[in-house]
């Protein structure tokens, strides 16, 4: 079967570190797009990051140069790596396959349930 | 960046028609797509490629995207169909991923 399960959220301190992680199974992480998305309680889906198939990472500004994304191929496992944590970092974080077909067709196909994060003293 | 903008609300009787919006600067331009989340679950892809349906996407639902405007349309509304619905759009300016703000469907 084809899925995404995230794992990792907890509740922890502002300026605090995280790792959250995402097992794919059916299909390989290192051959597609890959991306973590949140939501805030109550709030809309804010992309906040993407690894290429060929490595390269790209980050929202509300998270560059806090949050990293990596991959482990042996594992088929996503990661998100969260550091100097904030109250406005507290959300349901999801990872999803993103396809990307031609130039500037960019649709996500493939979701988790989510890991929640939550920022506090 | 790049901004989608959707109503925050939209509201359908059983069995009529919905429309929902989403509007950005040229966004005829690009390729939008479609996500419905219900309460509690995870968001679904309704819709790629402006109007292309996903394998198990109701034949109900179908979209358009011209000059400024995407719509999201859902014909025969029926209380399933309640939930979020977001616009998704690739930014090249920014390599950014970016969502419309959401729209509730309640379904009266």
């Known amino acids: 079967e084809v899925q995404l399960v995230e794992s990792g959220g907890d509740l922890i301190q502002p300026g605090g570190a995280l790792r959250l992680s995402c097992a794919a199974s059916?299909?390989?992480?290192?051959?597609?797009?890959m991306t973590w998305v949140r939501q805030a309680p109550g709030k809309g889906l804010e992309w906040i990051s993407i690894?290429?198939?060929?490595?390269?990472?790209y980050y929202a500004d509300s998270v560059k140069g806090r949050f990293s994304i990596s991959r482990d191929t042996s594992l088929n496992t996503l990661y998100l790596q969260m550091a100097g944590l904030r109250a406005e970092d507290t959300a349901v974080y999801y990872c999803?396959?993103?396809?990307?077909?031609?130039?500037?067709?960019?649709?996500?196909?493939?979701w988790g349930r989510g890991t929640l994060v939550t920022v506090s003293p | 960046s790049y901004d989608l903008t959707q109503p925050p609300s939209v509201s359908v009787f059983p069995g009529q028609t919905a429309s929902i919006t989403c509007s950005g600067q040229?966004?005829?331009?690009?390729?939008v797509s479609w996500y419905q989340q219900r309460p509690g679950q995870s968001p679904v892809m309704v819709l790629y490629?402006?109007?292309k349906r996903p394998s198990g996407i109701p034949e109900r639902f179908s979209g358009s995207n011209s000059g400024n405007t995407a719509t999201l349309t859902i014909s025969e509304t029926q209380g399933m169909d309640e939930a979020d619905y977001y616009c998704?759009?690739?930014?090249?300016?920014?390599?950014?991923?970016?969502f419309g703000g959401g729209t509730k469907l309640t379904v009266l």
């Open positions: 040229t966004l005829g331009e690009k390729f």
């Open positions: 490629q402006d109007n």
């Open positions: 690894i290429y198939s060929g490595g390269a990472p």
């Open positions: 998704q759009a690739w930014d090249s300016s920014t390599a950014a991923l970016v």
């Open positions: 059916g299909f390989t992480v290192n051959s597609n797009y």
């Open positions: 999803a396959r993103v396809i990307r077909s031609g130039q500037s067709n960019w649709y996500f196909d493939l």
